[in-house]
């Protein structure tokens, strides 16, 4: 189960909050809207899915909330449903919900989330968008374009996330706040196979005095595959409980691992001493309603005396915090390098990294 999902309502207080019901629960509701085609046609005769959470987290799981209901498009692509008071909340809160986007290509698709506190919702007109994305090489990696959602929905706009992920495994860069052509240098792309990149677009509208979230999903792209091995492939790490084999420099990109309990620090021991340029770190989470303190990249000539070499805390973006790409310009070559943590937890249990796919060092 993704791991976000696993996450109360009181957990997210700080982040996003937990919102009262305004509505009575015997209130009679109609919810209703319009659903198009990227061509700006109806799409017509079409089911849509309606998740709804357990309280106004807006965190869906598979014991409860996915697939709640579905409600299907008339010729002219609106729809309407009839909900009581009832439906909309839970223990006194207000229950978030999630109208799916149908998708129209390989991996699109995309939702509208929102609460309901009034008596009628007209949720705005919702379009299906695919992006259009191409990929080509580059001398140093590959550059993806897409239209944006301006192209097919005049009017709307929103912040462009671009992911890349390998099949056999999951994601291994995200590029957040991007603009067609996206860059993706060979540091990024290793010579990992089987990528595809997506786009997506996120935008909030307020609207009925409501607010929506609103999320399009576009198609993926296959990646042409590049060759660049980082001089930290195959090195040996350490950490508490550390195997044999080190899973993060291992070319698995998108495979993140757990750690255990008491980990602060993962050191990648290098075959030979190095004069490094960069480190791409990915995959890198802590304890969920935990606070970093700090997190820094140091290196080392035996293993004793560590300098610094970069500090990647400063950012609040949870994609930024998570994927890391980090200009390095120590003078002495290195033999050791290691990803450190420190900070505190909401709750008794002791802070720690919690997962990590690949730490990569470059020279």
Not at 108 to 124: C, D
Request: charge should be negative; include cysteine; aromatic fraction near 6%.
């Amino acid at each position: 189960m993704n791991r976000w999902m696993k996450v109360s309502c009181a957990a997210l207080v700080a982040v996003s909050g937990c919102t009262g019901s305004q509505v009575d629960p015997e209130l009679e509701i109609q919810l209703s809207g319009k659903m198009l085609k990227e061509d700006g046609q109806p799409l017509a005769d079409t089911l849509l899915t309606i998740h709804r959470s357990a309280n106004s987290s807006c965190i869906f799981t598979l014991f409860g909330g996915l697939d709640w209901k579905s409600v299907k498009t008339k010729t002219d692509g609106t729809f309407s449903e009839e909900l009581l008071g009832a439906d909309t909340q839970a223990g006194g809160l207000a229950r978030c919900f999630e109208l799916r986007i149908p998708g129209s290509g390989a991996g699109s698709g995309g939702y509208a989330s929102f609460l309901i506190q009034a008596e009628t919702l007209q949720v705005p007109v919702l379009q299906q968008w695919t992006g259009k994305p191409t990929a080509a090489a580059s001398a140093d990696g590959v550059s993806v374009s897409y239209e944006g959602l301006t192209a097919s929905q005049a009017g709307n706009g929103g912040t462009h996330t671009l992911f890349v992920r390998q099949q056999s495994s999951g994601r291994v860069w995200v590029s957040p706040e991007v603009s067609s052509p996206v860059p993706l240098n060979d540091d990024l792309l290793e010579d990992a196979a089987d990528l595809r990149a997506t786009v997506s677009i996120f935008r909030q509208v307020e609207a009925n005095k409501t607010r929506f979230s609103i999320r399009n999903e576009g198609s993926e792209v296959a990646l042409p595959k590049r060759g660049r091995v980082p001089v930290s492939r195959g090195a040996g790490c350490t950490y508490p409980e550390a195997p044999a084999t080190c899973p993060f420099t291992d070319g698995n990109l998108g495979s993140t691992q757990s750690l255990p309990a008491g980990t602060l620090a993962v050191t990648v021991q290098l075959p030979a001493p190095k004069l490094l340029r960069k480190a791409v770190v990915r995959n890198l989470s802590m304890p969920i309603g935990s606070t970093t303190t700090e997190l820094v990249l140091e290196g080392s000539t035996d293993g004793s005396t560590w300098v610094a070499l970069a500090n990647l805390r400063g950012s609040e973006s949870l994609i930024q915090s998570t994927f890391h790409e980090v200009a390095l310009s120590h003078p002495t070559a290195l033999s050791q390098v290691r990803l450190r943590a420190a900070g505190t937890t909401s709750d008794s249990t002791p802070f720690r990294i919690e997962q990590l796919s690949e730490l990569s060092l470059f020279e």
